[in-house]
């Protein structure tokens, strides 16, 4: 009995063996839904460093003004790359060339070494070549009156220039810059008359923070077109009139730009006291107050007058009309 018992069993045996190991070769090879296309990612080779591109607003000189204007970029870096470290690179490659408005502050070569944040203040290191000549400048610049006033000018719109791009693309107040020394390479704090003439040889200059005096915002496009306008200063002006010119010595548009200006009342004061920008950035609206002298000697004022700007290659310009339209009215 125990013999034929047995002898039932092994065939059960069998069959069960076959059916797990059925089942073990039967595990699926992938997970992927059957019938669908397989695309994987390519493999990245140990050490390759992946780019990444931020926006960013950078300031450049607007033509040969003291002012700064914005333009917009975007700044590619490695994954080893510090955001900030590549802002600053790009700043000091200098504007992009469709926009020939715009003009860079830096020697060549000057490169950043560290930029790091300390509360609200960045440190920067930057290579010795950040305290070398520009390319046109003379050697004996101090020598000639028109250098030694176009120099320190330059000067002090390269430290705004840094200082208005960290502000504001980085979470930081001010900016303290230390430049390595020729020789042995040692970083320190840059010297205060580097960039104001006022300061002794031996003041260490002290973190430098925003002026927006110097920014071509919106609003401080829109007040700087008004103090133009009061001091008839038609040449600077022109420079900020939307479709001319000036870098192309548009002569032509200007003589009659000219004209029509002269032919307006003189202003007393103009002061911008508001402004606002459409959503896509591209046209503002500021409100500015105007005190005027009018044919007959008397002093009448035009508050509230809405001049309306749109941004040509980055740079907020007027149309003509919004300065002579309100005379007409």
């Not at 306008?229 to 002006?237: A, G, Q």
């Not at 032509?252 to 000219?258: D, H, K, N, Q, T």
């Amino acid at each position: 009995m125990k013999r034929l018992l047995l002898m039932l069993w092994v065939p059960v045996l069998l069959l069960c063996a076959t059916a797990c190991g059925l089942r073990t070769f039967s595990i699926p090879e992938s997970t992927l839904i059957p019938g669908a296309a397989v695309v994987l990612p390519a493999a990245v080779p140990s050490g390759t460093e992946v780019e990444q591109r931020d926006k960013a607003t950078v300031w450049f000189r607007f033509l040969n003004t003291p002012y700064l204007a914005p333009e917009d970029r975007a700044i590619v870096r490695t994954s080893g790359q510090s955001f900030e470290t590549a802002l600053l690179e790009t700043l000091f490659s200098g504007p992009g060339t469709q926009h020939p408005e715009l003009g860079g502050l830096f020697p060549e070569g000057v490169r950043v070494r560290s930029a790091v944040l300390q509360g609200r203040t960045l440190l920067v290191t930057v290579s010795a070549e950040f305290t070398s000549r520009l390319r046109d400048e003379p050697v004996d610049w101090q020598e000639n009156t028109a250098w030694r006033v176009e120099v320190p000018l330059r000067r002090r719109l390269a430290m705004q220039a840094l200082v208005a791009t960290v502000t504001e693309n980085c979470d930081a107040d001010e900016v303290l810059v230390l430049v390595e020394q020729p020789g042995d390479g040692t970083p320190q704090r840059l010297r205060q008359n580097w960039f104001e003439d006022d300061s002794e040889d031996d003041v260490l200059a002290r973190p430098q923070r925003r002026d927006d005096a110097l920014l071509l915002t919106p609003m401080g496009t829109a007040r700087v077109i008004a103090e133009l306008y009061t001091v008839r200063d038609w040449e600077r002006l022109y420079r900020f009139v939307s479709g001319a010119d000036p870098a192309a010595g548009d002569s032509a548009g200007y003589r009659s730009f000219v004209a029509a200006m002269e032919a307006g009342p003189d202003l007393v004061s103009a002061w911008c006291s508001g402004c606002n920008v459409t959503l896509d950035g591209q046209e503002a609206t500021a409100t500015v107050n105007l005190a005027w002298t009018a044919p007959d000697g008397t002093e009448r004022r035009t508050d509230a007058r809405v001049f309306r700007m749109q941004r040509e290659n980055g740079v907020w310009k007027i149309r003509m009309d919004q300065l002579t339209g309100w005379v007409e009215e």
